[in-house]
């Protein structure tokens, strides 16, 4: 089976950085995917990490470390449309599997 | 165009009635998925077809059916609702293997 862990909420204040940590436990992993989510929305792809490594995509910055079975997140520069949700998402080697963790709240704060 | 679609956005029904929700993707994605988001929001894949072949059902009712007449489409219907079903309900698709999945806009599911 799969399991992550993420902390459930984060606060900072904007213009800060802000990591959110994963750890996974997962058979068969293939890759790390963080996604955001708003009240109200849906979740949005954000990065994904398959190799060790740092992923850097305009203020957001994902990071992999497989032989730690752990990555983060990296948001700079907050701003306060950045507060949402996010996940982390551990896909299978099937590939077919997507676990998501419980979420993680991020509040922006002025 | 919208990339993945689903209909109705929302859904308020009695205990015990059967209902159905319909997903539609545009991007040519071999693979799609069915999750539940509680009030909680913690988020849980309920099922997976590659190429129209189930390929993961997680431990769901059999009141729950997919239905996936062709690579673009993955329908879900729910037979003898529960309180416990309301929740939001979202389609994704994605490359199998890829770990980038396009969500569509969920359904809300109110059963009464």
């Known amino acids: 089976g799969q399991s992550l862990e993420q902390p459930s909420e984060v606060t900072a204040v904007e213009g800060a950085i802000v990591q959110i940590n994963c750890t996974y436990q997962?058979?068969?992993?293939?890759?790390l995917s963080w996604y955001q989510q708003h009240d109200g929305g849906a979740p949005t792809f954000l990065s994904y990490n398959a190799l060790d490594g740092l992923e850097e995509t305009g203020r957001f910055s994902s990071f992999l470390s497989r032989s730690d079975s752990y990555g983060y997140l990296l948001l700079q520069e907050l701003q306060m449309k950045d507060s949402a949700s996010y996940f982390c998402?551990?896909?299978?080697?099937?590939?077919?599997?997507?676990?998501f963790g419980d979420g993680t709240t991020l509040t922006v704060k002025p | 165009d919208t990339a993945v679609s689903q209909t109705p956005k929302y859904l308020v029904t009695q205990m015990g009635n059967d209902k159905s929700i319909k997903c539609e993707q545009n991007l040519g994605h071999d693979t799609m998925y069915w999750y539940k988001q509680d009030s909680k929001k913690f988020l849980k894949i309920m099922f997976s077809y590659n190429n129209k072949e189930l390929i993961i059902n997680e431990t769901v009712p059999n009141r729950f059916s997919p239905k996936s007449p062709d690579k673009a489409h993955l329908n879900l219907h729910i037979n003898s609702l529960e309180l416990g079903d309301s929740a939001v309900y979202f389609c994704a698709s994605a490359w199998r293997g890829g770990g980038e999945q396009f969500f569509g806009p969920g359904t809300r599911l109110t059963v009464l």
């Open positions: 998402a551990a896909g299978g080697a099937n590939a077919g599997k997507s676990t």
């Open positions: 997962t058979s068969g992993f293939y890759g």
